[in-house]
């Protein structure tokens, strides 16, 4: 059985310089990592390029997704497949509702899943059990996403689609990967993983997550 | 083949008699010429004051220059364009007798059915002539009047004679001047002192017939303390010669009283809209234009209040969107012309493909008007490098005692946005109809629901062609 995430030395460029030198990691099913390391060391770059971000560009490497090539398939198409990438600064788009958004990304994700896609009405009591869970008001589901939000309900929001999406079932900590210039030099086992897990999501809020 | 006739050999009523033997033609050929316009006005049977206005339009028309100061309207071929056409013979009254082909143009469009007990009366112009008449019992018991154009001026020529052509005369533009010469269709509403029109008046205009001018007019009379709303929704199918929609609507809103006209429309990508909306307000009296224009090569069009009455109020809601090879110069003109009297314009503009949008505007207070304010809010949404959007606000203000903002942002969808967007599951086109499903939404939230439902609908049938 193939690894659920194989980065294969993978080298990243952006704007011509190179940030990620050959990173290698492999993750199994049921584990969680955290990448941690100095400023400018390629946390983010690794996030990025795992969920397919525009801006950067692979000039060797391999990422499998389950075996399957990860970095031939667009962004959207790498969500269906059940990555997430939680934003660290999440941008806001006016008139846009939470609500609407919400409810038109898993509509996508239903499609690709060859699901029903939910009436409005299903989708309200749905997003409304989630919204309990992260003390979210359904009024918030007016609002204009991400659109003059305080740092902590950008985050929550962030927390909301993650579990939304149904990506932290299941999981139990393993592994810490230290990241330095680019590069993982170090995997440990890792309390801080375990603290997340135990606290819940109130902790997860201060986590730096991409 | 109808002689050419020139305009200053005809005289004031018509008495050529080339169609009392036979059969009334329904279509004129292309080409303008006074013997055209004697003829559209001959087959309407219309009063001798309405040929004699016709044709001084059509000599104004002929002395004024084509307008260079905005969009690129130099390949107009006049003589190409098709100034009269009328595809029913008669009026149906009820949705039964709507022909088939015409109810399937509705289905195209995706009106449902079961709209038609919301809108209560609507009146279909399917190209030049209006086919479809329907309006509630109580409205009429309550003497509004809601009918196409050429029906009011048979059936209402006092009302008619007293205001056609007092709000836009027949010389204040190029195209207000060739509608005035040429018009067929449009709306006849009246609504009498007091009356309040909860129901929406709808009317759904559409293009049908290849290379053929649209030129309706529409005139809209709100008597003291009156309340009405006018909504008028346009779709096109789409030719490859180029096409003409030259409208101009009047209204002429009395004291206390309180007119909307919303428009949504949807041309085909070769007409050129060109329509001169103009709105009296009187004292106290409160005119709002909500103006949707997609589609078209050219448009120009720029809604207008002229505030008359002390107190009086202008409220304009524009939205463009240009795709590519289109160029949409809208924008709004409030005329200050009372004191106390307040204008509140919000203009939004979307430009893809290389697009362009261009607001123009005028905001004018007049010296004798004290205590104005104004308020004019352009923002304009790039979708891409190669699109344009410009900002043409003129401000005329001859007193200190206005209060005046004006607001102006122009913002790009970034690519940190659709990344954002993309990463929870959207394609690139389901994340840009997002974005500017909500960089429109204070326009939408105006319109009837169906109205921001078919809106959307547009939108994302922009957005698919949008990108590879």
């Known amino acids: ?210 | 083949m109808l002689p050419n006739t020139q305009t200053d050999k005809i005289p004031g009523s018509y008495q050529y008699g080339f169609h009392d033997d036979v059969k009334p033609v329904y279509s004129i050929p292309p080409g303008l010429s006074a013997r055209v316009v004697q003829e559209i006005s001959h087959i309407k049977n219309e009063p001798s004051w309405m040929l004699d206005r016709r044709l001084k339009a059509l000599e104004a028309f002929g002395e004024r220059p084509v307008p260079v100061w905005g969009a690129n309207l130099l390949d107009i071929d006049f003589q190409s364009i098709c100034y009269y056409l009328k595809p029913s013979e008669r009026q149906v009254a009820s949705w039964d007798k709507v022909p088939i082909k015409i109810k399937q143009t509705f289905d195209k469009l995706g009106i449902p059915q079961a709209e038609q007990k919301f809108l209560s009366g609507v009146g279909a112009q399917y190209d030049s002539e209006a086919i479809y008449h329907n309006l509630k019992e109580e409205w009429k018991k309550q003497g509004v009047i809601f009918m196409d154009m050429d029906s009011g001026l048979r059936e209402h020529p006092e009302i008619v004679k007293q205001y056609f052509g007092t709000v836009v005369p027949l010389n204040d533009n190029k195209f207000a001047a060739l509608n005035t010469a040429t018009w067929s269709g449009g709306s006849f509403v009246y609504v009498p002192k007091g009356v309040q029109v909860t129901v929406p008046l709808q009317a759904y205009f559409r293009l049908n017939a290849q290379n053929m001018g649209q030129f309706e007019r529409t005139l809209i009379i709100a008597e003291a303390g009156s309340l009405v709303t006018y909504v008028e929704g346009c779709t096109a199918p789409v030719y490859a010669v180029d096409s003409l929609h030259c409208a101009v609507v009047e209204i002429i809103a009395k004291p206390y009283s309180r007119v909307r006209y919303t428009t949504m429309q949807n041309w085909s990508n070769d007409v050129y809209n060109l329509v001169t909306k103009r709105a009296i307000a009187e004292e106290g009296a409160c005119v709002e234009w909500v103006d949707g224009n997609f589609g078209s090569k050219v448009t120009m069009k720029y809604p207008s209040v002229y505030m008359k009455g002390r107190g009086s109020r202008a409220d304009v809601l524009s939205l463009a969107y240009a795709g590519p090879g289109q160029h949409q110069d809208a924008g709004a003109k409030a005329m200050h012309l009372a004191s106390d009297t307040s204008s509140n314009i919000i203009s939004k503009s979307i430009s893809r493909g290389g697009g362009r949008t261009s607001y123009r505007g005028l905001l004018h207070v007049a010296a004798h008007a004290i205590n104005c304010k104004a308020k004019v809010k352009c923002d304009a949404l790039l979708l891409d490098a190669e699109s344009r959007s410009d900002t043409y606000p003129t401000n005329d203000v001859r007193n200190s005692s206005v209060q005046v903002e004006h607001e102006a942002t122009v913002s790009k969808v970034g690519e940190e946005q659709l990344f954002y967007m993309r990463s929870r599951g959207l394609t690139e086109n389901e994340a840009t109809s997002l974005i500017v499903a909500g960089f429109i939404e204070p326009i939408a939230r105006e319109l009837p629901m169906e109205y921001a439902v078919e809106l959307n609908r547009l939108i994302e049938l922009e957005m698919d062609g949008s990108v590879g």
């Open chain 1, 1 to 210: 059985m193939p690894n659920l995430l194989e980065i294969i030395n993978l080298h990243t460029q952006v704007e011509g310089k190179e940030i990620l030198k050959g990173v290698n990691l492999a993750i199994n099913q049921g584990e969680i990592h955290a990448l941690m390391g100095p400023n400018g060391s390629g946390k983010s770059t690794l996030a990025s390029v795992l969920m397919g971000h525009p801006s950067f560009v692979v000039t060797s490497g391999k990422i499998n997704w389950q075996g399957q090539d990860l970095l031939s398939l667009k962004p959207e198409e790498r969500s269906h497949l059940g990555l997430f990438l939680a934003f660290q600064y999440p941008v806001s788009v006016t008139g846009l509702t939470v609500e609407h958004f919400l409810r038109s990304a898993l509509s996508a994700h239903r499609q690709s899943a060859g699901q029903k896609i939910l009436s409005p009405l299903e989708f309200r009591s749905l997003i409304e059990a989630e919204l309990k869970l992260l003390k979210f008001k359904s009024e918030f589901l007016e609002r204009s996403l991400n659109d003059g939000f305080s740092g902590g309900e950008k985050k929550r929001l962030e927390i909301l689609q993650l579990h939304y999406q149904r990506l932290l079932h299941y999981l139990s900590p393993t592994n810490v990967h230290v990241m330095m210039a680019g590069k993982i030099i170090k995997s440990a086992g890792s309390d801080l993983v375990q603290a997340v897990e135990q606290t819940g999501y109130q902790q997860f809020e201060h986590l730096n997550v991409a």
